[in-house]
């Protein structure tokens, strides 16, 4: 508003787009916190499938699947086959939203009073565990391969500018631009602070830190593919000595190959007809997922394999929820101030009982996560509420201030700040680089959208290809809440230049009025 | 023994086999064992025609991780004949009747068992159940267990994971929720104190300010006298940052 009244709907437009984050976003954090929970046994309860009802088997799911991805889509989320199909609320999953909403409400109560304080924790902690993960899994047998795959570029893949749009947004939400979370925490900056190094430490320090965490993760991927790799090895063994009725052991993993070739060329009939899986290593290593796949199964499966696995459990999934929280109280900070400088609530009205109504609204608001169909639902937000929207508010918020106010302006308030005017590079980025790359972001995305329909893949046990995801198109009335989610609050921006506009122009003809009005009298008087 | 293997015309077999039958998904590893096959039999539809009947003297395979030999197929049979016993018709089953037959060197074999007058072999169904109810004591004799001591045909019984009364999810999920209560509950009455003294202090302020009775000079807006009693605490003149920038 101080830029320019017609742009004040940038900031509500990032009003709106932080709640339906902070919506999702701690849905995740309730599943990082039932993962928590449940990592405090021995054995782990996603090691081993569940009997059937005659104890003789295993759950049919569970068989066909793994074990892992039964306690995930089935004991946690008890997902269903269709998004139209919502089913029940899992209470065991409200009652961790509930969980995971007041601990988010017990650091964030006073604002940033009780926000820094726990920082300290929520922002060190993960770093602690990294370094410890980074340590363990560097002595675990296959992580140099997990390694060597993150470090050797694939050029076939480079080549497709679909992984350059990826990598972009990526960079881009990692940051948490246009969120409104930046803006909110330097509001409590002294007005001479040093910003132009606080933003480079930022990009620094983010890049840095997503480098060191892929390496630990990497390292323990490799660890999980070896294994995999190694099981897949056995259990062809297995197949081999039963079939020739070799002795037992009488074939090592390494002999495995030579064994193989010498009765394909001896008995290729009985060869082929073991069906003999193919084992390569670089399967399992690509075979590695993204978002909640790559921290609930991959992840849990690997960790299953360390020994001290409920110690291992625990330190993840504490980091993973430090980390959330984290990101959370940027995410709630930039819903909480603006409401506290919009003056929503009467000036009497403690600060404590802001926050709790706003965390309230949010934790009601969210049982919709808690449903069978949640995590489908979740992915729309996670695709479609966020991203068009954020990309548009950082456009605007860099024409905005370099158009709108003035590049000359703003460079004096800066030099004001720090003491020295923003270096070439930074005029010529804030002109010209950033306001293009954002556009160019804007256009791929859009025509990327656009190009594909929408589908989901679907947990389906009844599909032929099960254990493989099934997938379905969105119905007609899903599209229809995606699209209202990706546009909604771009709107506010020309709704708040409109009403501005509106307001003025009633204002100027008020003005006018007034200056006519006496005119009128002393004319009716005479 | 052998000629009497030969004889009877097996129609019902037990295949005990030392490893995973083809095509199951277990990937578990077959350590060694010997399991058992019936005499012989025509009919067997197995991969394992090649072995000869004539049994010849065994010498157990010395295996990494168990060592068969005559005395632990002494003992297999005594176990079988054990299980028999146990079933309410067959408690005069002896060591005797239990029949081994083509044995190989990974440890793996047919066995029978026949009736007290060795004339015919008994039921699959029978020593399958029978075996079943003994498992565990099968497998404590060898000091294996059901991966290793592998029953063909005889799907054991898991064991269920164990289920504490309470889940143990809950326990912890009931500490930090509490912990979490509690910790908010201090914090909104620390809040709510501070409130209350920050209202009582100027309303002291002003009762002290009657009480004085010197002529107030103001300048500037701001009274002098204030200025004086509050003795150089507080000084009103100067406005402070916080005023300036978003209140905590």
Redesign the interface.
């Known amino acids: 508003m101080a830029i320019s009244p017609y742009l004040g709907g940038v900031g509500l437009g990032c009003l709106i787009v932080s709640f339906l984050v902070s919506l999702y976003y701690n849905t995740i954090l309730t599943w990082v916190l039932?993962y928590l929970?449940?990592s405090?046994?021995h054995?782990l309860p996603w090691s081993?499938c569940?009997?059937d009802l005659n104890?003789?088997?295993?759950v049919e799911e569970c068989?066909d699947s793994s074990a892992v991805s039964y306690f995930w889509y089935r004991q946690t989320l008890n997902i269903t086959a269709d998004i139209s199909d919502s089913g029940s609320v899992q209470w065991?999953l409200l009652?961790?939203l509930a969980?995971s909403w007041?601990?988010l409400?017990?650091c964030v109560?006073?604002?940033?009073?009780?926000t820094g304080k726990a920082i300290y924790f929520t922002a060190l902690f993960p770093y602690l565990v990294l370094t410890i993960f980074l340590i363990r899994g560097l002595t675990l047998p296959g992580a140099t391969e997990g390694l060597v795959y993150l470090f050797t570029p694939d050029m076939q893949v480079l080549r497709n500018p679909r992984v350059w749009l990826d990598a972009a947004t990526q960079i881009f939400f990692s940051l948490s631009l246009a969120f409104g979370g930046h803006i909110a925490f330097a509001?409590?900056n002294?007005?001479r602070n040093n910003c132009e190094r606080d933003a480079v430490a930022i990009a620094l320090v983010n890049s840095m830190t997503s480098l060191y965490a892929s390496i630990a993760v990497f390292s323990v991927l490799g660890f999980k593919a070896a294994n995999d790799h190694g099981?897949c090895l056995?259990?062809n063994i297995?197949?081999l000595?039963?079939?020739f009725?070799?002795?037992?052991?009488s074939i090592s993993r390494d002999d495995y190959a030579a064994v193989l070739a010498r009765l394909n060329t001896s008995r290729p009939e009985w060869a082929a007809g073991?069906h003999l899986d193919t084992c390569r290593l670089e399967d399992f290593l690509e075979k590695s997922a993204a978002g909640t796949g790559l921290a609930f199964i991959v992840f849990a499966e690997a960790v299953l394999h360390m020994p001290g696995a409920p110690g291992w459990a625990v330190l993840f999934f504490g980091m993973l929820f430090t980390l959330g929280l984290s990101s959370m109280f940027g995410n709630m900070e930039s819903v909480i101030?603006p409401l506290l400088?919009l003056g929503v609530m009467p000036r009497g009205v403690?600060k404590?009982l802001l926050t709790g109504l706003a965390c309230l609204v949010c934790f009601v608001s969210a049982t919709c996560f808690t449903l069978q169909s949640g995590s489908y639902w979740l992915e729309i937000f996670d695709h479609y509420a966020a991203s068009l929207n954020l990309i548009l508010f950082a456009f605007f918020e860099v024409v905005g201030v370099i158009y709108v106010y003035g590049m000359k302006r703003f460079c004096d308030d800066i030099a004001w700040m720090t003491g020295r005017r923003p270096g070439l590079y930074w005029q010529v980025t804030w002109k010209v680089v950033s306001p293009l790359l954002l556009l160019t972001i804007f256009v791929a995305y859009i025509s990327l959208l656009a190009s594909t329909p929408p589908s989901y893949k679907a947990w389906n046990p009844q599909y032929e290809q099960f254990p493989s995801r099934q997938e379905k198109p969105y119905p007609g009335w899903v599209q229809a809440i995606c699209v209202l989610l990706s546009f909604l609050p771009a709107l506010s921006v020309p709704a708040v230049a409109l009403v501005q506009l509106l307001a003025r122009r009633r204002r100027k003809q008020q003005d006018v009025q007034q200056d006519v009005g006496p005119k009128l009298q002393d004319g009716g008087v005479c | 023994m052998l000629a009497s293997c030969m004889e009877f015309t097996v129609t019902h077999q037990i295949l005990w086999?030392?490893?995973?039958?083809?095509g199951a998904?277990k990937?578990t590893?077959?350590?060694?064992i010997a399991p058992g096959k019936s005499p012989c039999s025509d009919s067997a539809a197995t991969?394992?025609q090649n072995n000869s009947i004539t049994q010849e003297t065994q010498e157990g395979?010395r295996?990494?991780?168990y060592a068969w030999d005559t005395n632990e197929e002494y003992l297999f049979k005594a176990m079988v004949a054990f299980s028999m016993r146990k079933v309410p018709n067959r408690e005069t089953t002896e060591i005797s009747h239990v029949l081994l037959c083509n044995v190989?060197?990974?440890?793996?074999f047919w066995f029978v068992v026949t009736d007290p007058s060795k004339t015919h072999t008994l039921p699959a169904v029978e020593i399958q159940s029978a075996i079943r109810m003994n498992r565990n004591r099968i497998n404590n004799a060898f000091f294996l267990n059901d991966q290793t001591l592998e029953f063909l045909r005889i799907?054991?019984?898991?064991a269920?994971?164990t289920d504490p009364p309470v889940p143990?999810?809950i326990i912890?999920?009931g500490v930090?929720?509490c912990i979490?209560?509690v910790?908010?509950m201090l914090?909104?009455l620390s809040?709510?104190q501070q409130?209350r003294r920050k209202n009582e202090g100027p309303s002291e302020m002003e009762d002290t300010e009657d009480k004085c009775e010197n002529t107030i000079t103001v300048e500037n807006g701001i009274p002098c006298d204030p200025l004086d009693m509050k003795g150089g605490h507080i000084n009103d003149a100067f406005m402070t940052?916080d005023e300036?920038?978003?209140p905590?």
């Open positions: 039932w929970l449940n405090f046994q054995p081993a569940p009997l104890r003789t088997g295993l068989w065991q009652v961790c969980a007041a601990v409400y017990l109560i006073r604002g940033i009073e009780t509001s409590y002294p007005p099981r056995d259990g297995l197949r000595i039963n079939a009725d070799l002795p037992d052991q073991l101030t400088d403690p404590e | 086999r030392s490893s995973v039958p083809i998904r990937k590893r077959a350590h060694v991969m394992r395979p295996l990494r991780k190989t060197q990974r440890v793996s799907p054991s019984t898991l269920p994971p143990i999810w912890i999920f930090i929720f979490v209560i910790a908010t914090l909104i809040g709510i409130h940052e300036r920038l978003t905590l």
